[in-house]
Antibody
Framework: QVQLQESGPGLVKPSQTLSLTCNVS??????????WSWIRQPPGKGLEWIGN???????YYNPSLKSRVTISMVPSKSHFSLKLISVTAADTAVYYC????????????WGQGTPVTVSS | SDELIQPSSVSVSPGQTATITCSGV??????SSWYQQRPGQSPLLIIY???KRPSGIPERFSGSISGNTATLTISGTQTLDEADYYC?????????FGGGTKLTVL
């Protein structure tokens, strides 16, 4: 059973860079049947897709965040990462990493989520 | 537009049928999924490929699709079904979520 676990700072200052890592266990991150995703949820609001990365390194991003986001995989390690630059208070959210099935786009496996607050 | 539109809230009495719709142009040529999210928890996949239920999801949850509208139906709604529900679409590259529907069972 695949498990995902987010890690990273819970507090980031405005204008700085938010960096999170998702550790994947119980399955290979290089499985071509899946995309690896980041999704966030601001307090009291809905889910917002940030982006996906495929094992080949191909990545796709939410157009509203594309200019500030990079998702990458770490070769030889079972994790992938998120970098979001120039953060503001609007980036305060619970950040989830997840595994998305390529065939139907369904997300069966989610991390528990990590809260990130942007504040000075 | 890539938007998926859901009602912000739906109320239902215990034992009755709850219906949550999700409308968007993207649904006309992609698969839809549905997620249940209880407070403080990660979302749970309850419907995928428009109509299929993952193992472990009760039969009272069902999905359907007609044109650009996906529908989640909960038959015999129970109080434990009170939660937020999100639809989601996928076009082999990008993902979009609906705004979410708060289901109240009272």
């Amino acid at each position: 059973q695949v498990q995902l676990q987010e890690s990273g700072p819970g507090l980031v200052k405005p204008s700085q860079t938010l960096s999170l890592t998702c550790n994947v266990s119980g399955g290979s991150i290089y499985n071509g049947d899946y995309y690896w995703s980041w999704i966030r949820q601001p307090p009291g609001k809905g889910l917002e897709w940030i982006g996906n990365i495929y094992y080949s390194g191909s990545s796709y991003y939410n157009p509203s965040l594309k200019s500030r986001v990079t998702i990458s995989m770490v070769p030889s390690k079972s994790h992938f990462s998120l970098k979001l630059i120039s953060v503001t208070a609007a980036d305060t959210a619970v950040y989830y990493c997840a595994r998305l099935g390529f065939a139907y786009g369904a997300i069966r496996h989610w991390g528990q989520g990590t809260p990130v607050t942007v504040s000075s | 537009s890539d938007e998926l539109i859901q009602p912000s809230s739906v109320s239902v009495s215990p034992g009755q049928t709850a219906t949550i719709t999700c409308s968007g142009v993207k649904l006309g040529n992609t698969f839809s999924s549905w997620y249940q999210q209880r407070p403080g928890q990660s979302p749970l996949l309850i419907i995928y490929q428009d109509t299929k239920r993952p193992s472990g999801i009760p039969e009272r949850f069902s999905g359907s699709i007609s044109g650009n509208t996906a529908t989640l139906t909960i038959s015999g709604t129970q109080t434990l079904d009170e939660a937020d529900y999100y639809c989601q679409a996928w076009d082999s590259r990008t993902v979009v979520f609906g705004g979410g529907t708060k289901l109240t069972v009272l």
